[in-house]
């Protein structure tokens, strides 16, 4: 592994455990030029996925890329990183299971879906984005379907 700090070729593992939600492992590595001590992160990767843009483009999937978006959406709500480290596994997961190509479509409704039951806020904040809303009206009418939705069906809720 190559250091972040010197660019040396090799560094040693000092430690390794599995992460907390059990789908990486942590690894902590000292770098035999500097000495210096780096943290890196293994993941199971299930198959070389592609994304399809709308554009016809075709791009490598970037799970970072994705963990961004994610993380615009939820900042400054109370999600802990885990769990949104989580989502994103589960999301890459899902895709995974889908084929070697997926469109930037299935991963914009992967996303949502999981959103809708995890933050309301940032499943509106995502949608503003994924949906393209020009204008307040959108995101009125968006949120106003959203709390009709999470309203069990026979209770009126009291303003």
């Not at 309301?120 to 020009?134: E, L, N, P």
């Amino acid at each position: 592994m190559r250091c972040p700090f010197c660019a040396h070729d090799n560094s040693q593992v000092k430690d390794s455990r599995p992460s907390e939600d059990g789908t990486s492992i942590r690894r902590r590595r000292q770098c035999e030029g500097c000495g210096a001590r780096f943290t890196t992160f293994e993941r199971v990767q299930l198959r070389e996925l592609t994304v399809l843009k709308s554009d016809g483009k075709r791009e490598p999937f970037d799970r970072e890329k994705l963990q961004r978006a994610i993380g615009h959406s939820t900042r400054k709500r109370d999600i802990s990183p885990e769990k949104i480290d989580q989502f994103v596994s589960g999301v890459q997961r899902q895709l995974e299971t889908q084929g070697d190509e997926v469109s930037s479509a299935q991963i914009g409704e992967a996303v949502m879906a999981g959103l809708k039951t995890l933050d309301h806020v940032a499943y509106i904040r995502f949608a503003s984005i994924y949906r393209d809303f020009s204008d307040p009206s959108d995101f009125a009418e968006f949120a106003e379907k959203v709390e009709r939705e999470s309203v069990p069906p026979g209770q009126d809720k009291l303003l």
